[in-house]
C-alpha cells in the first residue's frame, strides 16, 4: 500500500528529521541548561522565591567567584588531584601496555580486563569499597602498611593531609586501565618493520623504545593527556561520595566540581555557583589549549 | 525527626551525597501535584520526610471523614532528599505540594524566598493562634518583615543526658554537671580519673550549644540583623576555649557525631553525657544503646543554657491553588492544634508537641522507663519555654562549616583560636550580603 503523498518523507527534509532525536535530546538536555547556566551566572537568586526572583547583577558573580578564597582553594585542591592522579596513569600505562605488547600472548585480553574493570564499576561500589579500605582501625591499607613497614594506623578519610592521596590512590586505579586500552591500541599501529630495521642497525631495546615506540605514541598520548586533563579538572564522583559530599576535614579533597554542586545546593548560591562554573570551562579550555601545543605532531616530524 | 543541626550535618551529608542528588535538582523527583479534578474529588498533596510522614498518614482517617470528597496524598522522602525537592518545586514552581513539613532550620532558610504563604492572612490568621505553641517554637516561623510562613508542630528542647552509674562511680552529682560549664568540664575530669569514662563524644557538641547561647536579642548565631559578622565575639572565643579545654584534657573521645564509634560509645558507657534533644533519649532507647536502659538520667543543660535542637513545621506554599488553601489550612490545623494528636504523635514517634495544651496533659507526668522512671517530660516542658529563637541567616550553612573548619584547626593543628575566627570572620563577610 502506498502512503498518500502528503506523509511522505521527501528527500530534501529526510536527513533533518531523521537525526532529530538528537537535535531535540541535545537542545533539551545540552543547549538549554548551558544558556540557563550562563543566564543564570549574572542573576542573584533566592531559588524558594521562584524564578521571579532573579535579579540582574552584571559580573558581581564572578567578581565574588575571583575573590573567593574557597574557590582558589577547591582549584588548588583539583590541581594537585589532577597532576597526582592524572600524570602516573600514563607514566606507568605507557611501559605497562608495552610489556603486555610484547609479552602476553594469550592471557592479554584477560590481563587488559582485569586492568579495564574499575573503569566500568560503578563510582558507588567503588567509594564504598575504598572507604573500607581506607577505614582507620580495620582498613586493609592500614593493616598491609603495618604487616609490611610497620606504619602506624593513617587516619585517611578523617585528616586533612591524607584525604587528597587517597583520592589520587582512587582515581589512578580506576583510570589506569582506559589509558592502557588506549596505549595498546596505538601500539598495534606500529609497523614491525620499524623494529626489524631498528634490530638490524643494532639498536637495542630502550633505543626502540625511546626512538620508535614514544615518538609514535605521540599522537595517542595529546588524546589521553586531554581525556585526563579535562577528566581530572572536572573530577566529582570519588571525592563527593568518600568525603560524604562535603569534602572531608578542612575540604581538603572539596574539588572544584564539589565545590559548585555545594555553592548551588547547600549554600543556596545558584548565581555563583554558575559564575564558578564558567571560570573553571575557561581554566579547562586553556590548559587543553597548552596540552594540545605540547603534544601536538610537530610540522615535518609526523609521527607514523 | 527533630533533628538537623550540626551534630547531625554529617548525617544529613551522608544521606545526600548518596540518595539525593542530580534527579531531584531537576525536579524529576518532587512532589507530585497534577491532576486536580476540579470538578468532584480533589486531591490535597502533602511532602513530609520519615516519622513526620508516619504522624501525617495517622491523621488521614479523622480528615477523610470530613472531606469524604478529598484524596489527601502523602510523598515522602528522606530527610535530605525532602528538602532538597522542595527547594526545586519552590524555585521551578513545579509539583509544589499544597502542604509541605519542613525542618526548622530549612524554615529560616525558605522563608527568605517568599515562596511560603503568610499565614497572618485571611483565612489563617495565625496571630490570633500565637499564644497556643511555645513562643520560641512560633517565633522560629516569624520572618524579618513580620511574616508567619509556617506553623510549629514539633519541638526539640536541649537536654543533657548522663549516666546515673557512672557519676555515682566518680562520686559526683547533678549539680557538678549543670551548675556552670567550668564545672561541667571539672566534673570531666573526674569522671575520666575515676570511671575511665569520656566525657562526651566530641568537642564540637560543646562549642556547638555554646555558640547559641547567651545570643543578644535579634542576633543569629553568625550574624546580626545588619548582616554583620559575630563570629570574633566572646561568645565564640568562650566556645572555642571550652572546646579546646575539653580536647586537651582528653575528655572527649573523639568521634563525629552518629558515626558507628559514636554510638558504640555509648553502648559500651565510654561516652557518660551527651548534649543533645530531648528527642535523643528515644534515639537512645531504640537504637544507640538499647541495653543502657534505666541507667540514663536527664538534667538541664549546664549554666542554665537553653537551646533547640531542631523541629518541625508545616506551611503552605504560595502555589497552593486559592480554592485549595482552605483545605490545606484545616489538614495543617488538624495536625498542629489538635491536643490529643499532637499526643499520639508523642506517644507513637517521641515528637515533642509545640502545642501548650498537650504539654499540660496529664501524660506528661508520667515516668520514662529508659530514664529510670524520671517523669522527664515535665523538665523538658520548662526548658523549653526557656528556649528563644534563632534567626537564621541566609549563609548560615556556611559558617557552619566555616566554623566547624576553624576548631579542627584549633583542636587538631593548633592553631591559635584568634587567628581561627579572625579567618573564619574574614570569609564570612565576604559572603554576609550575598
Not at chain 2, 310 to 323: D, K, L, M, S, V
Amino acid at each position: 500500500m502506498r502512503l498518500p503523498n502528503a506523509f511522505r518523507l521527501s528527500p530534501r527534509w529526510a536527513p533533518y528529521v531523521f537525526i532529530s532525536p538528537f537535535l531535540i535530546l541535545f537542545a533539551i538536555f545540552g543547549i538549554y541548561p548551558l544558556g540557563f547556566s550562563m543566564y543564570l551566572a549574572f542573576q542573584s537568586w533566592e531559588p524558594t522565591g521562584g524564578l521571579q526572583a532573579m535579579e540582574f547583577v552584571g559580573l558581581a558573580n564572578f567578581a565574588f567567584a575571583l575573590q573567593d578564597e574557597w574557590f582558589w582553594k577547591a582549584l588548588r585542591n583539583t590541581l594537585w588531584l589532577a597532576v597526582a592522579a592524572g600524570a602516573p596513569q600514563h607514566l606507568v600505562a605507557i611501559p605497562l601496555a608495552v610489556f603486555i605488547h610484547n609479552r602476553f600472548k594469550r592471557l592479554r585480553d584477560a590481563a587488559i580486563g582485569a586492568y579495564f574493570l574499575p573503569y566500568i564499576t560503578s563510582t558507588v561500589a567503588i567509594a564504598i569499597m575504598f572507604s573500607s579500605l581506607f577505614s582507620k582501625d580495620y582498613g586493609l591499607v592500614n593493616a598491609a602498611l603495618q604487616s609490611v613497614f610497620g606504619l602506624a594506623h593513617i587516619d585517611w578519610l578523617g585528616q586533612g593531609e591524607n584525604i587528597k592521596p587517597a583520592i589520587a590512590i582512587i582515581v589512578f586505579w580506576r583510570y589506569l586501565g582506559f589509558n592502557l586500552v588506549l596505549y595498546l591500541a596505538a601500539l598495534q599501529t606500529i609497523p614491525q618493520d620499524l623494529y626489524e630495521a631498528a634490530t638490524m642497525d643494532g639498536a637495542g631495546r630502550w633505543q626502540q623504545f625511546r626512538w620508535i615506540t614514544l615518538p609514535s605514541l605521540r599522537p595517542m598520548m595529546f588524546f589521553g593527556v586531554t581525556l585526563s586533563v579535562v577528566g581530572g579538572l572536572q573530577l566529582f564522583e570519588e571525592p563527593f561520595i568518600l568525603t560524604g559530599g562535603n569534602g572531608g576535614m578542612d575540604q581538603a579533597g572539596m574539588t572544584s566540581a564539589v565545590y559548585l554542586y555545594r555553592m548551588a545546593f547547600d549554600f543556596n548560591d545558584f548565581g555563583g555557583a554558575s559564575a564558578m562554573s564558567w571560570i573553571l570551562f575557561a581554566v579547562v579550555a586553556v590548559l587543553t589549549w597548552l596540552t594540545n601545543r605540547a603534544f601536538r605532531p610537530e610540522a615535518g616530524r609526523r609521527a607514523a | 525527626m527533630t533533628r538537623s543541626r550540626s551534630d547531625l550535618t554529617r548525617r544529613a551529608w551522608m544521606a545526600r551525597s548518596l540518595a539525593a542528588g542530580p534527579l531531584a535538582a531537576l525536579g524529576l523527583a518532587a512532589g507530585a501535584s497534577p491532576a486536580r479534578a476540579g470538578t468532584e474529588r480533589r486531591t490535597l498533596n502533602v511532602a513530609a520526610f520519615p516519622l513526620v510522614d508516619e504522624i501525617v498518614r495517622a491523621a488521614l482517617p479523622a480528615f477523610k471523614a470530613r472531606h469524604p470528597d478529598v484524596d489527601v496524598k502523602v510523598v515522602s522522602r528522606q530527610y535530605a532528599d525532602h528538602h532538597t525537592a522542595m527547594t526545586t518545586a519552590l524555585s521551578t514552581s513545579v509539583y509544589v505540594p499544597d502542604v509541605m513539613a519542613l525542618e526548622s532550620t530549612y524554615v529560616g532558610r525558605f522563608s527568605q524566598g517568599g515562596g511560603l504563604l503568610d499565614l497572618r492572612q485571611p483565612p489563617f490568621n495565625i496571630e490570633a493562634l500565637r499564644p497556643r505553641f511555645v513562643p520560641y517554637a512560633y517565633d522560629t516561623a516569624v520572618t524579618r518583615k513580620g511574616a508567619v510562613v509556617a506553623v510549629p508542630t514539633d519541638i526539640g528542647p536541649g537536654t543533657l543526658l548522663y549516666r546515673v552509674d557512672l557519676l555515682e562511680k566518680a562520686g559526683l552529682t547533678v549539680e557538678d554537671l549543670t551548675r556552670s560549664w567550668d564545672s561541667y568540664v571539672e566534673s570531666g575530669v573526674k569522671l575520666k580519673a575515676r570511671t575511665g569514662a569520656f566525657l562526651i563524644g566530641s568537642a564540637q557538641i560543646i562549642k556547638d550549644i555554646l555558640i547559641r547561647s547567651n545570643r543578644q536579642p535579634g542576633e543569629g548565631v553568625y550574624f546580626d540583623q545588619q548582616s554583620r559578622v559575630l563570629v570574633t565575639s566572646p561568645r565564640f572565643v568562650r566556645a572555642f576555649e571550652l572546646a579546646r579545654r575539653v580536647r586537651r584534657q582528653g575528655l572527649d573521645a573523639r568521634v563525629n557525631a552518629w558515626s558507628n564509634e559514636w554510638a558504640e560509645g555509648f553502648k559500651r558507657g565510654t561516652q557518660a553525657t551527651e548534649l543533645s534533644g530531648a528527642w535523643m533519649v528515644g534515639q537512645m532507647g531504640n537504637w544507640v544503646a538499647p541495653a543502657t536502659k534505666g541507667l540514663w538520667r536527664v538534667t538541664h543543660l549546664p549554666e542554665n543554657t537553653y537551646v533547640a535542637y531542631g523541629g518541625t513545621f508545616y506551611a503552605i506554599p504560595r502555589q497552593c491553588p486559592p480554592e485549595q488553601r482552605a483545605l490545606a489550612w484545616e489538614l495543617v490545623q488538624m495536625l498542629t492544634l489538635d491536643k490529643e494528636r499532637q499526643l499520639a504523635a508523642l506517644k507513637s514517634q517521641d515528637a515533642f508537641p509545640a502545642l501548650l495544651d498537650a504539654q499540660d496533659d496529664p501524660f506528661f507526668e508520667q515516668p520514662l522507663p529508659f530514664l529510670g522512671g524520671q517523669k522527664a517530660r515535665l523538665l523538658w516542658r520548662e526548658d523549653a519555654r526557656h528556649i528563644t529563637a534563632t534567626p537564621v541567616h541566609k549563609q548560615s550553612n556556611f559558617a557552619d562549616e566555616v566554623i566547624n573548619t576553624e576548631l579542627d584547626n584549633v583542636l587538631q593543628h593548633d592553631k591559635p583560636i584568634d587567628r581561627a575566627l579572625d579567618d573564619a570572620r574574614r570569609l564570612l563577610e565576604r559572603r554576609a550580603f550575598r
